[in-house]
């Protein structure tokens, strides 16, 4: 193996026997990507526009799920100041405790977003144009406020006591961990439940009738600044929970974890079709195993995995333009 | 921005007619007087012998001072800071200031910075820049510029391949970590099944090709990771699929302590080994109780390898010096003896930096041709509970 770049391609083989543990990693990273991708998805579906900051409304909620952590002061709190042990309901409750709390300041970010960054530019019906660079400028000032003024301004929050992972079961013989299924149900839940909304009830009715044709949807009597509002906050508590979900996975945040987590996103969704909430969940579980799995396929370079994902984008926009499931939050079943 | 121009434009010619004034007789104030004229005053009393005299001379510095590695910046400028600070005080007729540009530790950003500095007719000399991947993009800039620079951390061995004489560095390159980190792990650490896993940048990529040719066979497993990424699941699981009983990581600090973390999680036991990039507290404070047991090495000296300049650092900044600190402070000390002796051009400056010999604080400083010090040796230090203890020279 100390033969470098062209040993790589004999090292194939890796790719067959590590076939199983990265496709746990790469459900676990594609269920953050797709919660992730749903907000760029709403947002562009309603106003045509690329909501930059929704990466920063991650990395916000991130931090924000760290301090509820430490304010409550979880692990000592449950432990005793021991290792962090912790089982059964006493888990899923703190677990659901901070899940709110990151849920409710992903969404309420998202709206401060919408207030300060765009509604400004949309009451006075500013080009298109303006409101991308407004969505670059509130994601760079939020990041680096954070990175200035934060808790620990540009270095790391590490939080390596929270939670124990532990191994639950295996699958063809690759490990699964409580973290792994922690974060694959908790965002399928969320999931179905974004679906469920936006298929089924009046607000998500409203949603879908902005985004086929806002002007329309105003002479109908729907409140076209609200249901832009809801959606805005919609994205923001779906940010929320993949963040929370997140950092259960790795319990690190840093004023720029959005940014990657971000660009993978957004290609999610363009993947799957922008526009398109179904198209958005497809496309992040499809990106993360991608890159997983491309991140095995000689040797183990996570660059080659970077690699992988964005030919597969390229690739599939090549046949199908407007992504996988097409462009159609307006028009879609959802 | 006009008037700050005018008011250095006057500050500086204020300054010419002092030095002129002192050559004259140094018994006269004048007139005129500024912040400069308190410094002037108090040499006057003290007497004309009273050290240096010099005048609006700068060194400038080029580094992380924020971002993913601000902290090894931060050492670096700490240490160069005492050295000027100890050089104003003892001689109050030569202020040096230092002129600290961030770089963030990134190429795309220090490129700029470095022209910024290059431009400064009142720099003389520069320490850094830092990291070795902002070195060689800014290299050509100061070569051009013929800015001597001293970097107290940059330690990618292709810098000194590139016919820079401009070039010079206080610490072994790589090539001389790699084979000490291999010694490290067949004879101290003696594994037998040994996982390299480097981060892809300049200088954690060059650490693990020297690393892997010198283990060979015991090489058993590679893999890289994304720094920009957090999950480091893949290279985890190559660990683990392997079986090594010993992972050596190839980066820096931050992303040491995510990939330690995540793989005690995977339950991989393996010992861990970093280089010198990863040599920081925050290593052992974001990887938790995991570090325990870590080794890290270093061509850079131990924070604690001068007493004295510990207790001045401490004495200066609450804390303990951090790895890069008395390696800038080498760095610094001789730039300041160069000042000392009247070398206040850049080509002046470099004459003497090459021709330098005498003991610093790490080691003799003396530089070869390339700019590369001559002689050097391997620091290794272990995580004891939660403590990074130093345990000298690799055997």
């Known amino acids: ?334 | 921005m006009q008037k700050s121009k005018i008011g250095r434009l006057a500050a500086t010619t204020l300054a010419l007619a002092l030095v002129v004034a002192s050559c004259g007789s140094d018994t006269k104030e004048p007139a005129g007087t500024t912040a400069d004229s308190t410094a002037s005053s108090t040499a006057d009393t003290t007497g004309a012998a009273a050290g240096v005299k010099c005048d609006g001379v700068t060194i400038g510095f080029l580094g992380a001072l924020s971002g993913d590695a601000g902290a090894l910046g931060d050492n670096a400028a700490n240490g160069a800071q005492i050295a000027i600070d100890e050089f104003n005080a003892a001689n109050p007729d030569c202020k040096v200031s230092i002129d600290k540009q961030d770089s963030q530790g990134d190429p795309a950003q220090a490129t700029p910075l470095a022209t910024t500095l290059a431009n400064n007719a009142s720099i003389i000399a520069l320490i850094g820049p830092v990291f070795s991947g902002e070195s060689k993009a800014t290299m050509p800039t100061f070569e051009t510029a013929g800015l001597p620079v001293i970097s107290p951390s940059a330690t990618n061995a292709q810098l000194t391949t590139n016919g820079w004489k401009m070039f010079h560095r206080v610490l072994a390159n790589d090539d001389k970590q790699g084979p000490g980190i291999v010694q490290l792990i067949k004879g101290t650490i003696k594994s037998a099944k040994v996982g390299v896993i480097d981060d892809a940048s300049d200088y954690g990529k060059g650490l693990a090709v020297s690393v892997r040719a010198g283990l060979a066979e015991l090489d058993i497993a590679d893999a890289t990771i994304d720094p920009k990424a957090a999950d480091y699941s893949a290279a985890v699981t190559a660990m683990k699929d392997a079986g090594v009983d010993t992972v050596f990581y190839s980066g820096y600090y931050a992303e040491a302590a995510k990939l330690l973390a995540q793989l005690r999680d995977a339950g991989v036991t393996a010992t861990f080994v970093s280089g010198d990039g990863a040599l920081d507290e925050k290593f052992v404070t974001g990887a938790g109780a995991a570090a325990d047991g870590a080794y890290i090495t270093a061509t850079a000296s131990p924070p604690d390898v001068n007493v004295d300049f510990a207790k001045k650092y401490n004495a200066a900044y609450g804390d303990e010096p951090g790895l890069y600190s008395p390696e800038a402070y080498d760095a610094t000390q001789i730039i300041l003896a160069g000042i000392a002796a009247g070398k206040v051009t850049r080509a002046d400056m470099a004459a003497f930096i090459e021709a330098y010999d005498a003991p610093g604080i790490t080691k003799q400083l003396k530089f070869d041709v390339t700019g590369e010090p001559e002689g050097s040796a391997v620091f290794y230090t272990i995580v004891e509970a939660g403590k990074l203890v130093s345990k000298g020279l690799v055997p």
């Open chain 1, 1 to 334: 193996m100390a033969t470098l770049s062209f040993g790589g391609f004999l090292t194939f083989a890796g790719f067959l026997s590590r076939f199983w543990p990265s496709t746990i990693t790469g459900l676990v990273l594609g269920a953050v990507y797709a919660l992730v991708a749903l907000g760029y998805t709403l947002v562009y579906g309603v106003l045509r526009l690329i909501n930059f900051a929704n990466s920063e409304v991650f990395m916000l909620s991130a931090f924000g799920s760290f301090l509820a952590i430490e304010v409550l002061n979880v692990p000592q709190r449950l432990t005793g100041g021991g290792d962090p042990v912790k089982t059964g309901w006493e888990l899923i409750g703190i677990l659901a405790l901070c899940l709110v709390v990151s849920v409710v300041i992903g969404g309420l970010s998202a709206v401060v977003v919408e207030r300060v960054a765009y509604r400004p530019l949309r009451q006075r019906n500013a080009p298109r144009l303006v409101f991308l660079i407004s969505a670059i400028g509130a994601s760079f000032a939020i990041s680096e406020a954070v990175g200035e003024w934060g808790p620990q301004q540009r270095d790391e929050y590490a939080l390596t006591k929270f939670f124990k992972k532990q191994q639950l079961f295996k699958v063809f013989g690759a490990d699964v961990y409580n973290a792994n299924v922690i974060v694959v149900v908790g965002a399928a839940v969320m999931a179905l439940a974004l679906v469920l909304f936006v298929s089924k009830s009046r607000v998500g009715r409203g949603i879908r009738a902005v985004a086929q044709d806002a002007e329309t949807a105003k002479l109908m009597g729907v409140n076209v600044d609200r249901i832009i509002l809801i959606t805005f906050l919609v994205g923001g508590l779906m940010a929320g929970g993949a963040a929370f979900l997140y950092e259960i996975h790795t319990p690190f945040a840093r004023y720029d974890v959005g940014f990657s987590i971000g660009i993978k996103a957004f290609t999610a969704a363009v993947l799957g079709g922008i526009g398109n909430v179904r198209g958005a969940l497809l496309g992040g579980v499809l990106l993360g195993l991608i890159e997983s799995w491309g991140s095995s396929l000689f040797g183990s370079d996570q660059n080659i995995g970077n690699v992988a994902a964005f030919v597969t984008l390229v690739l599939v926009l090549m046949v199908r333009p407007s992504g996988l499931l097409g462009e159609s939050l307006g028009r879609s079943k959802a």
